[in-house]
């Protein structure tokens, strides 16, 4: 049986797109994220519309005309975006209140800009992986931590993509995440078994294995942790009933807090005893066993 060397969980508050095109909202997200969730980092979403949509994608109705904030898909979209000095000022703002800062990028020229921020971590979703653009850019010129999701992605595309970045001697600042995609997800469609592999695979090539979870609750991102990936993201937001497409999929702050917490106390129960018995247990040993004569 192969011993998991358990890190310390990292949690990862994803507010996507849920601040609502509002930088206000965006704070308060962070705020309550650190100060009340107890979370490590928070992350964005950065998109070149025009680049990353063609104009018909751009030009159509939103699919789901009830969480729209334009009359096409692209002045939806474009509704949401902050463009690189917001973002600027979102990253000061989390290193005053001390969180980690972090963007999803979906393009290469949302990658180049957010790079330009220098933030501990990029994330790639699901969705670019296969961009190998971008990601060759971001290997010769980003030297911070990349985080790759692997949701709607083939084992054969998985190792593709990992030696990607052991050809470029990036793997050791690679981070991947056990993923479904789908907004929520069902429990059957987890797959949290999945994360065994990519640890006996790669947990000696890349960083981290993490998990990026869009089901409902949070038992779970702790059985999640218990297989051995540290590094856990949800979506977050304050309202659930908010108008958008992922909040059904987010956690509210009570749920991150609960999150941040049981991890903490999981990692703190995942080890063996140091001694047969424990000073808490002498007391009751002296007390309770039974005495053979």
């Known amino acids: 049986m192969k011993i998991i060397n358990y890190k310390k969980p990292f949690v990862i508050a994803e507010i996507g797109c849920n601040h609502k095109g509002d930088i ?32 018909d ?5 939103h699919p789901n005309p009830v969480n729209s ?6 002045s939806h979209r474009e509704f949401l975006e902050f463009d690189i000095e917001q973002h600027r000022t979102l990253k000061a703002y989390c290193e005053e209140i001390g969180i980690v800062y972090s963007t999803s990028v979906w393009d290469t020229t949302s990658a180049k800009e957010i790079a330009s921020l220098n933030p501990d971590f990029i994330k790639i979703p699901s969705a670019c992986n296969n961009h190998f653009e971008m990601l060759e850019w971001l290997c010769k010129n980003y030297f911070g931590e990349i985080h790759i999701s692997t949701g709607m992605t083939s084992k054969d595309e998985i190792e593709t993509l990992i030696n990607f970045f ?3 001697k990036r793997n050791q600042d690679l981070v991947v995440y056990n993923c479904t995609s789908g907004y929520p997800v069902p429990f059957a469609d987890v797959c949290l078994l999945d994360i065994t592999l990519l640890i006996n695979k ?3 090539i890349v960083k981290h294995i993490g998990f990026s979870g869009h089901h409902l609750g949070i038992a779970v991102d702790i059985a999640a942790y218990t297989l051995g990936a540290n590094i856990i993201e949800r979506h977050y937001t ?8 992922d909040h059904a999929a987010s956690l509210e702050p009570m749920g991150l807090r609960k999150l941040s917490r049981d991890l903490k106390a999981v990692n ?21 066993k039974y005495r053979t004569k």
């Not at 703190?268 to 309770?288: C, G, H, P, W, Y």
Request: with cysteine; glycine share 4%; hydrophobic share 35%.
């Open 268 to 288: 703190q129960a995942l080890s063996f005893k140091q001694k047969d018995i424990l000073e808490i247990e002498q007391v009751q040993r002296d007390k309770l």
């Open 166 to 168: 052991v050809e470029r």
């Open 57 to 61: 994608q751009y030009k159509a109705p």
């Open 69 to 74: 904030y334009g009359d096409t898909y692209g």
């Open 24 to 55: 206000e909202i965006a704070k308060e997200l962070v705020k309550v994220a650190k100060i009340f969730c107890n979370a490590d980092a928070v992350k964005f979403q950065k998109r070149n519309n025009k680049e990353l949509l063609t104009e």
């Open 202 to 204: 790669y947990s000696d």
């Open 238 to 245: 304050i309202d659930r009933t908010w108008k958008g497409t």
